[in-house]
């Protein structure tokens, strides 16, 4: 590709990514961007499903590398609104998850419904692979395969007070990890951990209690079981986690994973927010999705579960 090609590839996909799109969502608003390359490898588009208080901005990265990858790929923030979870969600399905973060897998599902997307893959970060993983449990059709990026929800037995002094402390505060102390640090890397700082900040802010009973949400809830469930019904599964995270370790999440329940565990250089800053991380997530994709193997049976059967 010539200078003058590239030049112009690069443009296109910021003037996309500038163009921010509001979509009311059962009385919620959410800001998403929608950025596509001139071809498309893949008709099935990627979702970066977004960790707490993480914003579009955040993630713009990782839009990048799926547009380059010639991947149609979205991103959105979260809304840190209440609105009506009782006009979406079912009786079983308020009595089963936690109602923020079902709120927020119903955020999901609503971008996927008006977008009118058949089917999706998924990149989730942190609080994100709660989100996705119970938006995936209430409608597992519109799921193909999904790359969990240090996850929440599987370190077993935690609680808020630690999980906020590792995040804020260890994460926010300090960040890279020692396994990349040899590797500089980039203007860009530093533009992004202040982005992701103030994102935070500014969504705890906006809402201090919501923001809180979402953290406490996440100290709490596990999903071990629900991603053997769907990983049983044909849904590709990879995690991946930096060797440094201290939110969620990943010493923890591979002693608690079943390895029959995902299709493959990566641990790389970086911490908690790797994702966001180290462009390797995000070209390994895309092969992650290739690979999922073309698994010869992989057959998929959807159906609706009975919730307050099988995960009661």
């Given amino acids: ?57 955040v993630y713009k990265d990782v839009l990048g590398v799926m547009v380059e990858k010639n991947r149609r790929a979205i991103a959105y923030n979260h809304s840190n609104q209440g609105g009506d979870l009782e006009s979406e969600a079912t ?45 995936a449990v209430i409608h597992p059709e519109k799921f193909r395969n999904i790359v969990l990026f240090a996850p929440a929800g599987l370190i077993g037995k935690d609680n808020i007070v630690d999980l906020t002094k590792r995040f804020i402390l260890k994460q926010l505060l300090v960040g890279r990890g020692k396994s990349l102390d040899k590797t500089p640090i980039t203007e860009e890397e530093n533009k992004t951990k202040k982005t992701i700082l103030k994102s935070v900040i500014k969504y705890i802010l906006k809402n201090p209690l919501y923001a809180a009973k979402e953290s406490f949400e996440i ?12 990983h049983e019904k ?33 641990t790389m250089q970086g911490a908690h927010n790797a994702i966001t800053d180290q462009k390797y991380h995000i070209i ?28 009661k």
């Fill in 1 to 57: 590709m010539g200078v003058e090609n590239l030049a112009q590839e690069n443009n296109n996909f910021e003037t996309q990514f500038n163009k921010i799109e509001s979509l009311d969502l059962a009385g919620r608003k959410i800001e998403v961007v929608d950025v596509s390359p001139e071809k498309l490898t893949d008709e099935v588009p990627v979702i970066m499903v977004p960790g707490m208080g993480a914003d579009i901005p």
């Fill in 91 to 135: 009786k079983e399905e308020i009595e089963i998850f936690p109602k923020e973060i079902l709120r927020l897998a119903y955020d999901l599902l609503n971008i996927i419904k008006q977008k009118n997307l058949s089917q999706v893959d998924i990149i989730a970060h942190s609080e994100g692979a709660m989100t996705a993983i119970i938006a």
């Fill in 219 to 230: 100290s709490k809830f596990q999903i071990n079981d629900l991603i053997s469930y769907l």
């Fill in 234 to 266: 044909g849904i590709g599964i990879v995690v991946m986690s930096g060797v440094d995270d201290p939110v969620f370790p990943a010493y923890k999440l591979q002693k608690l994973l079943k390895s029959k329940a995902i299709d493959g565990f990566l």
């Fill in 284 to 311: 390994w997530a895309e092969k992650m999705l290739t690979a999922l994709k073309n698994k010869k193997d992989k057959k998929t049976k959807f159906y609706t579960p009975n919730l307050l059967q099988e995960f």
